[in-house]
């Protein structure tokens, strides 16, 4: 067990440099210039080009890849372009919201769509299941920004029962406000999510209602429930967890939508914002950075079927 | 149908069953047509896709601009209303159709192209394998709409750079499912005695795995056709979608979204076009994978 | 509440509030002025950018020599008196009493030669008053002389800069700084203090009271007077989204707004307890700039031809809307400013498409694309690019109009470089009223080497900018910059799209704001 958890975390390395000269190359073929923007709108052609040299941005690309990956190897992301904060101070500083909004996404996403889909399986086919289904499918069809402007309009605006914007931190705010603003753009945010592990869910249930060993159950008349509970759920988590793990990279693109759309000072936005300065450090360190925390949670999660699944064994 | 079946998170589940004969694939497409959503859902698709092909001949120019009659709430002069350039709002989401279908289609395609024939590659050629998937798990590591708005920026926003902004995230998952049905499909022993006996590598490819891989790809394709124009949407929402020049439903609700309380309409109309032409396909897909997949299929058919 | 608001009310209500702040009843309570800026605070020194945004959050804590107030008129700001040769070539000034840096440090002559160093290294105007500088010397403590070698026309018009770059004073050791370096250390004398550590890049920035400041006793006018800081601390929160933005002021969750996008305003100005303004007089001026190096717009018929079509009516009401917002300007320097006239206009007031085309045939325009670079991060600059290309397809030019974010545009921009090799033919642009008010104005420039992006070249136009920087009288000025702005007509330099009026709105609560063409953060108060 101890040697296959080594073998896959030492697995995760190449992709992470592979990863890592993608988004260097990327950014370095691209037409614009981070000298540019500094320099502002009264600079000369001059001022850009000093700036440029300054930042080292005229070094060979190879010589700027090889200076990079050297300050990886040694935890070091670089620092801003335009505020010279160390990424990592700069991702310190907004790892908070979006990591909280990720979680009460999910939570409240699987507190949801579980039950939802089992209940779906449960009744296939039955007015229930095609609404859960109709449900799954329009959550699927509609744009995040869309969501989040209807819901902001009709819940802030019109009905004045939850902010418009912000976030507020549960260790400095309180846990209150935290949730008073966080409920907006987690509802938001979950609505694909529900989507995709309530199909999910009912798939697999539908799958292990069909097994014999349910069967078996049924005739031997224990209750409805205790079947769904203990056979049914259990046997689908693997599924269920694997597409959470999948669906973290939606996740992932929905927070830069919804952090914009409420306003989060998160991660989301950080990125964005760098790619629109062309920061290059910050790009290169966020993508890097949500690339590995997607390896680690799918890791965690390919690691975490023994405990769901009992047949599966390393 | 056999007996034994690997777990339902294998998208190969699909491939084992869908080795069907004349007489099934008949019933299959009976059953398609009896899954009364997918009949709606297939007849929305048309309609969106007969508007898209003819629409446009019977508007006026989508870039026709009269700054005199803009923000315009709909009206019988202007069905959908005019946008902030007096521009208007029907013949753009009617031009837009087109863009937006165009973008789900292409993408579609394409990446279920490239992501096939890599994907036949890295599950045949055993050398390519690790290399290949690889670069494909650091593809998916990186989040798609970050990888698409950074390519975007960089390369410049036109139409093509944002087809293959979109396509190149969705290739990933297209290869892991060919390269699992390939690497099951190998170990069957008609395959093997195929190459036992010889046969050159394409004419197994051809005949052997590539028939398995169809079924699988078709839903795959349905819904990555979905999600491509969902994102496009929301690429031009963050401001880095196709060219505002150009009409496309994702553009409009982003050069709307500053007059949201103002002229809502402006998102309201391209927004319930999109979403009506999403749901149709993933609908479509749905039906396709309840269809195809047999053992939802025998559920259904209960 | 919408519309002016008289100056002098102001200042009395400042007044008025600055008294009723001594008495010993006033709650303790922390008073808060949050605010939502124009853009995103991403470098902290506003020497080394132009970002206008900068130079607002240098305001906050830096202070200046000379400041403009309402009337474009430089007054003293932390010089106290001084003197001016008969010749004009020695000039005197003395510190006002008391002032300090917000580390404890007095400021001293040194300090302001250091700093005005740097920034006349940097500087436009800066660089030709180091140009006609002999040097600067620091008599004693509080004193310090500028020593010229001609007389120079603009001197206290330079150090009294209200626009980027303005030359702030900072402690001598942090403005030896390299020009082409940031400084690390914000440290002014000026009315509120930055927070290093509550600064979150992309998000917010945190101001406190400065308690040592020593503001003048005169009101506040523009960027003159008194700078009394009437809250304890200002909070500085970036909203990417404008209707994001919007709502949260209606909800009361912001104070303030900088720059609510016109668009915006038929729902704010109804909305209860927002008021809205314009606070700056002067608003901008819109520009189309063409790249003069490239054909077609490397001959000046074309270039005229173009000018013909740009109708401003049509720019402001397609990308400003409200009328309120916008006036058409045909005078280079904005509409209300000193210089503004209407000499030599009559080509850009034509306003035709078909006149264009008339004209655009006698050319000998081939065809060639005009590639136009469309931000589409800037939603004022996007709809120019559509509507400039709608007219000159109408008007007989072949356009390609090309998408992309503000800073490619900016990299692109510099390119000499033939389309083929990424170079361009046309892009738009703003300029704030303030920064073009004189023909020193870089837009202005008529020298392909060192000018604007766009390089037109003029030897005449050059000539008749430096005899503008010689010019003493104000009748000379007035003269020359008229010429200036013939020339810049009759080479049709760059295509004027309108003068437009960001608008400002906040929380009935907040009281005391300037009248000015930059957002300044003390005399506010929150109530």
């Known amino acids: 067990m101890l040697g296959y958890i080594a073998k896959r975390i030492l697995a995760t390395i190449p992709v992470m440099i592979i990863v890592a000269v993608f988004v260097f190359l990327m950014l370095r073929l691209a037409p614009g210039d981070p000298a540019a923007v500094i320099a502002g709108d009264y600079a000369t052609a001059e001022d850009v080009e000093r700036i440029r040299e300054q930042l080292g941005l005229n070094e060979p690309i190879p010589v700027q890849l090889l200076q990079w990956i050297g300050q990886l190897a040694q935890g070091d992301l670089g620092q801003s372009i335009f505020s010279k904060k ?8 907004r790892i908070e919201p979006t990591l909280l909004l990720a979680l009460t996404t999910i939570v409240f996403s699987v507190l949801v769509a579980v039950p939802l889909g089992t209940i779906a399986a449960w009744r296939a086919g039955s007015l229930i299941d095609r609404g859960v289904m109709l449900f799954s499918v329009g959550g699927f069809s509609v744009p995040v920004f869309v969501l989040g402007y209807i819901l902001i309009y009709v819940l802030a605006m019109q009905l004045k029962i939850m902010p418009v914007q912000g976030y507020k931190s549960p260790f400095t705010d309180g846990i209150g406000l935290f949730f008073y603003h966080i409920t907006l753009p987690t509802l938001t945010l979950s609505v694909i999510f529900i989507a995709l592990i309530a199909r999910m869910t ?8 069909e097994e014999d060993y349910i069967r078996t159950a049924r005739a031997k008349g224990q209750s409805e429930f205790k079947i769904l509970l203990r056979h049914a759920l259990r046997n689908a988590a693997v599924p269920v967890v694997t597409v959470i793990g999948i669906g973290i990279a939606l996740l992932i693109g929905g927070v830069v939508v919804t952090e914009s759309v409420y306003n989060i000072p998160g991660l989301g936005r950080l990125v964005l914002d760098a790619v629109l300065a062309r920061d290059y450090p910050i790009i290169q360190g966020l993508i890097l950075f949500f690339s590995f925390i997607y390896i680690m949670i799918n890791l965690l999660i390919d690691l975490s079927y023994t405990l769901f699944d009992p047949r599966i064994r390393y | 149908m056999a007996a034994t079946r690997p777990a339902p998170s294998d998208p190969a589940a699909l491939s084992a069953d869908s080795v069907l004969s004349e007489r099934k694939q008949l019933s299959t497409w009976q059953l398609l047509l009896r899954n009364r959503s997918v009949l709606w859902g297939s007849l929305l698709l048309l309609i969106m896709v007969v508007i898209a092909a003819i629409g446009p001949l019977f508007t006026v120019g989508p870039s026709e601009q009269n700054v005199i009659s803009r923000l315009k709430p709909p009206s019988a002069e202007w069905w959908f209303g005019t946008d902030y350039l007096g521009r208007d709002l029907f013949a753009r989401v009617i031009h837009g159709a087109r863009i937006s279908l165009v973008v789900g289609l292409a993408v579609a395609v394409v990446a279920t192209a490239i992501g096939l024939l890599t994907g036949l590659i890295a599950g045949y050629v055993r050398t390519l394998d690790a290399v290949v998937m690889r670069v494909m798990d650091g593809l998916m590591a990186i989040p798609a709409i970050l990888l698409a708005i950074a390519m975007i ?78 994102t496009e949407s929301i690429l031009g929402f963050l401001g880095a979608g196709i060219p505002p020049e150009i009409p496309s439903w994702g553009n409009i609700m982003a050069e709307g979204r500053t007059y949201f309380q103002l002229t809502p309409w402006i998102i309201f109309y391209p927004g319930i076009a999109l979403a009506l032409t999403v749901l149709a396909v993933n609908i479509v897909g749905d039906g396709l994978r309840d269809t195809l997949d047999p053992r939802i299929a025998r559920k259904l058919r209960t | 509440m919408k519309g002016w608001k008289r100056p002098g009310l102001l200042a009395a209500a400042a007044m008025v509030a600055s008294l009723a702040s001594l008495s010993p009843t006033t709650a303790s309570a922390e008073k808060v002025l949050r605010v939502i800026p124009h853009a995103d605070l991403k470098v902290l020194d506003p020497i080394w950018t132009t970002a206008y945004i900068s130079r607002n959050h240098a305001y906050l804590i830096y202070d200046t020599l000379f400041a403009m107030d309402e009337n474009f008129e430089p007054q003293p700001q932390m010089v106290d ?24 440090a007095p400021v001293t002559s040194e300090d302001v030669i250091a700093s005005l160093k740097r920034w006349g290294a940097k500087d436009g105007m800066g660089q030709q008053l180091m140009a006609a500088m002999d040097e600067m010397v620091a008599v004693d403590d509080k004193t310090f002389q500028f020593k010229l070698n001609v007389p120079f026309g603009l001197v206290l018009e330079s150090i009294g800069k209200i626009s980027s770059n303005v030359p702030f004073i900072m402690p001598a050791r942090i403005a030896a700084t390299s020009p082409d370096e940031q400084i690390e250390e914000q440290i002014g004398s000026g009315p509120f203090k930055f927070e290093p550590d509550q600064w979150v890049p992309g998000s917010t920035v945190v101001y406190t009271k400065n308690q040592d400041s020593v503001p003048r006793d005169e009101p506040p006018s523009a960027a003159a007077g008194g700078k009394v800081a009437k809250v304890d601390k200002v909070i500085w929160t970036y909203f990417p989204d404008q209707t994001t933005a919007m709502n949260a002021l209606m909800a009361g969750e912001i104070d303030y707004f900088e720059q609510p996008s016109t668009d915006l305003m038929p729902i704010l100005s109804t909305a209860p307890g927002v008021v809205t303004e314009i606070n700056d007089p002067i608003g901008n001026i819109g520009f189309a700039r063409f790249n003069h190096l490239l054909p077609p717009f490397d001959d000046v018929a074309v270039r005229r031809a173009a000018l013909m079509a740009m109708k401003q009516d049509d720019y402001m009401a397609g990308a400003i809307g409200d009328p309120q917002f916008w006036k058409t300007c045909y005078s280079v320097y904005p509409c209300g400013t000193p210089f503004a006239s209407e000499a030599g206009a009559d080509l850009i007031k034509t306003g035709s498409v078909e006149a264009a085309a008339e004209a655009l045939k006698a050319t000998s325009y081939d065809g060639t694309p005009v590639v136009i670079m469309q931000p589409t991060d800037v939603p004022v600059l996007s709809a120019f690019s559509l509507i400039t290309a709608e007219k000159l397809r109408n008007a007989g030019f072949k356009v390609e109009l090309q998408a992309m974010d503000w800073s490619t545009l900016v990299s692109r921009r510099a390119k000499r470089e033939p389309v083929s090799e990424g170079g361009w033919n046309l ?22 080497e060192k000018g ?30 008229e010429k200036v702005q013939e020339q810049l007509w009759g080479i049709a330099a760059s295509g004027e799209l309108g003068q437009f009026f960001v608008p400002v709105a906040y929380r009935d609560n907040v009281k005391g704001l300037i009248k000015s063409p930059v957002q300044f953060f003390w005399n506010l108060s929150v109530e």
């Not at chain 2, 036992?196 to 052997?208: K, M």
């Not at chain 3, 008196?81 to 404890?104: C, P």
């Not at chain 3, 892009?427 to 392909?448: M, R």
């Not at chain 3, 992006?453 to 430096?466: C, I, Q, T, Y």
């Open chain 3, 427 to 448: 892009f738009h642009t703003w300029w704030i009223g303030a920064d073009v008010v004189d023909p020193l104005a870089n837009a202005f420039s008529g020298n392909p």
């Open chain 3, 81 to 104: 008196t001084w003197e001016a040769s008969d010749d004009g070539l020695e000039w005197t000034f003395t510190l006002r009493d008391g002032l300090k840096f917000h580390d404890g």
């Open chain 1, 202 to 209: 009912r798939a697999s249930v539908i799958e292990v209602l």
């Open chain 2, 153 to 230: 920026s960089i390369s410049g926003a036109t139409l093509s750079t944002v087809i293959i902004a979109i396509t190149i995230p969705e290739v990933p998952r297209v290869v892991r499912l060919v390269r699992s049905v390939v690497l099951t499909v190998r170990e069957e022993p008609y395959v093997e005695a195929a190459i036992a006996a010889g046969t050159r590598l394409p004419l197994i490819l051809y005949r052997h795995i590539l028939p398995n891989t169809i079924a699988p790809l078709i839903v795959q394709a349905t819904y990555i056709c979905g999600a491509a124009m969902l």
């Open chain 1, 86 to 93: 160390p990424v990592l101070e700069l991702i310190g500083q």
């Open chain 3, 452 to 481: 604007w992006f766009g390089w037109a070249s003029d030897e005449e136009l050059e000539k008749l900018r430096s005899d503008f920087a010689l010019a003493t009288s104000p009748e000379d000025k007035k003269a020359i910059a």
